[in-house]
């Protein structure tokens, strides 16, 4: 039950810090394109979804702790523990996202504060996805203990971030006005490009992290051989994010169908992503 539960926090907090950074970098774009009026209008959908994301991952996260009323004593300890960090940044996050929410509920139009809050928020998603990175980094357990633990964590963040964003502009451009379907077209452009360059990464970090686990025992753990690992992992991930990045590519604005087939490709992607981190927890194994 506990790992379930961290496999979901951590696949969801690192998705939730990917696709807020994705919506900050393409908000300036939209703006120039569209204006700010149409570019806030765009995004909002995703930033609800990024704080509904955020959100079940705390309570996720809350299914490891042995006794969840006890869980502000993880705060108790933010000089010396990265989980204390990592608790810290989560809420920060999570309620400067809320914070997000809310001023474009109320409709605030103070740009400068808005730049401000969005900007620590990223600074805190960031920081919540390394601290995250630096908790399993542990002398007592090898296979965790290296630099593709905070690679492959960033690497998720932003694979999922543009995938979880895509997937929802997608099915955001079937019920809009024809023209906001070709912005967003602009958008699914540039966010094929992050996939493509993204997925290149996983490329080459997903052989390099499986041979790591399988030198420390994983295949004795699992019961799995490394080739199986190789292709539960290598196979989703290309077959999802492939057939995102046509539909990403296409020069005519997204129907329902297409829409369907961009949320499969990243349900491929996604399921990917999850058993690596099944695999990773599984590799967990203290030095002899």
């Not at 019920?175 to 699914?188: D, K, Q």
């Not at 997925?199 to 295949?219: K, T």
């Not at 961009?262 to 399921?271: E, I, K, M, N």
Request: proline content about 4%; overall charge positive.
């Amino acid at each position: 039950m506990k790992d379930r539960s961290l496999v979901f926090f951590t696949i969801s907090a690192q998705m939730a810090v990917g696709a807020f950074l994705v919506i900050g970098g393409i908000y300036e774009r939209l703006a120039l394109i569209a204006g700010t009026t149409i570019a806030i209008s765009l995004i909002r959908v995703c930033l609800i979804m990024i704080g509904l994301l955020i959100f079940l991952s705390l309570l996720a996260s809350l299914f490891h702790l042995g006794n969840p009323q006890n869980a502000w004593r993880t705060l108790s300890n933010l000089r010396s523990s990265w989980l204390s960090r990592e608790v810290l940044f989560t809420l920060l996050f999570a309620g400067l996202i809320g914070i997000l929410i809310l001023g474009q509920r109320l409709q605030w139009d103070d740009r400068p504060i808005n730049t401000l809050l969005a900007g620590l928020a990223g600074l805190c998603g960031l920081a919540l996805v390394y601290s995250m990175a630096r908790v399993y980094m542990l002398r007592t357990t090898p296979a965790w203990k290296s630099w593709l633990t905070p690679a492959s964590f960033f690497t998720t963040t932003f694979l999922l971030g543009c995938l979880f964003v895509g997937a929802v502009l997608a099915v955001q451009s079937v019920f809009l006005p024809f023209e906001f379907s070709l912005i967003i077209r602009t958008v699914l452009n540039w966010l094929g490009a992050g996939l493509i360059l993204f997925l290149l990464v996983e490329f080459i970090l997903i052989p390099l992290q499986l041979s790591s686990m399988a030198d420390h025992g994983i295949e004795d753990q699992t019961g799995r051989p490394l080739i199986q690992l190789y292709l539960f992992r290598l196979v989703p991930i290309l077959t999802g994010v492939t057939l995102v990045t046509i539909l990403f590519f296409s020069s005519t604005p997204l129907n329902i169908p297409a829409a369907l087939t961009v949320l499969a490709g990243f349900g491929l992607a996604l399921t990917s992503e999850v058993f690596g981190r099944i695999s990773f927890y599984e590799s967990r194994q203290p030095r002899l």
